[in-house]
């Protein structure tokens, strides 16, 4: 059996790239600095953590759909998909990372006001960590994973270069929205989503068992959900 299997590969290649564009689309009103996103979360406080949660939960999904990818690109080019994986891999990572140093800023904004976090936000943007040395994956991920899904015949030569507009998609903490953020997002849901919808198809249906065991499984999941926000 392969991890993700299809079920899970195939729901994350359509989710994680719709979850990417709508986190986008819901904060392309604001501006794109670090300022005027710390702003807007002041004035639009619900909208703004909800466009960044939509991001983040579309980047951590995306650890999946990456994942299924690679696993049909590994058939007939083993090594491209290798390193395809691994640089995508740790640029999701890096996306995590900031999304929650993202988190933090937000609080500030309600403990200390606008002017108060933007100054601690400024004060600390340019420390070195570890994803200061690996942030080029972020970008050159991608480019490299289009390559790779066109020479495996995964992805024709129009998705590959649609895959490839994510590498566009500009990287750091709180980054707003612009015109390639748009592209980038819009580009992976056109390489993705029909290649998700395929994965599914492929899939045999689940049985009266399988849906029995779900229901449990997933309150189960549920309830653990809400408890961990108590600790």
Known sequence: MRFPNGWVGGAALVAGPVLLLVGTALRSPFHFFFPDQLRAVAEHPALMKAAYTAFLAGNVVMWAAVACLVQRIGVRRPRWAAWAGVLVTIGLFARTFHAGVDHAAFTAVEHLGVRGATELVAKGYGELHLFSFLSFTIMSGWFVLAIAAYLSGVLGRVRAVALATMGSLPLGVLKGTEVLSIVGTVGLCIAL???????????????????????????????????????
């Open 193 to 231: 989503v029909p290649l998700g919808i395929h994965v599914i198809g492929q899939q045999p249906k689940p049985t009266r068992r399988n849906v029995l065991t779900a229901v449990p499984v997933a309150l189960g999941l549920g309830a653990l959900a809400v408890l961990s926000t108590l600790g």
